[in-house]
Nanobody, 117 residues
Framework: QVQLVESGGGSVQAGEFLTLSCSAS????????MGWYRQAPGKQRELVAT???????AYRDSVKGRFTISREKGSNTMTMRMNNLKAEDTGVYYC???????????WGQGTQITVST
């Protein structure tokens, strides 16, 4: 089992920034991927960004250049800095963890981000 603890989130005006963090603990395989998903009201959950256990990031197109996900090599804590937030970034953000060799997904409790114009 893997436990995820999220922090950050909140309400901001468009153009401002927020930072999210997520720490994983428990039975953690050496090679894994952590990431953030988000779900807006009435929409499906979507992948925002991921970072591997060696620190390689990946982003959905709509956040490239605005969001930066980071994680020190070998660390089980990831951070995502979100700059120039837009109204369409509003939603509940969920931390996700999965091992490279296992199909099991683990999820955080979710944190709300609201961007007002």
């Amino acid at each position: 089992q893997v436990q995820l603890v999220e922090s950050g989130g909140g309400s901001v005006q468009a153009g401002e920034f927020l930072t999210l963090s997520c720490s994983a603990s428990g039975s953690i395989d050496r090679f894994n991927i952590m990431g953030w998903y988000r779900q807006a009201p009435g929409k499906q959950r979507e992948l925002v960004a991921t970072v591997t256990s060696v620190g390689a990031p990946a982003y959905r197109d709509s956040v490239k250049g605005r969001f930066t996900i980071s994680r020190e090599k070998g660390s089980n804590t990831m951070t995502m800095r979100m700059n120039n937030l837009k109204a369409e970034d509003t939603g509940v953000y969920y931390c996700n963890f999965r091992s490279i060799d296992s199909p099991q997904d683990y999820w955080g409790q979710g944190t709300q981000i609201t961007v007002s114009t």
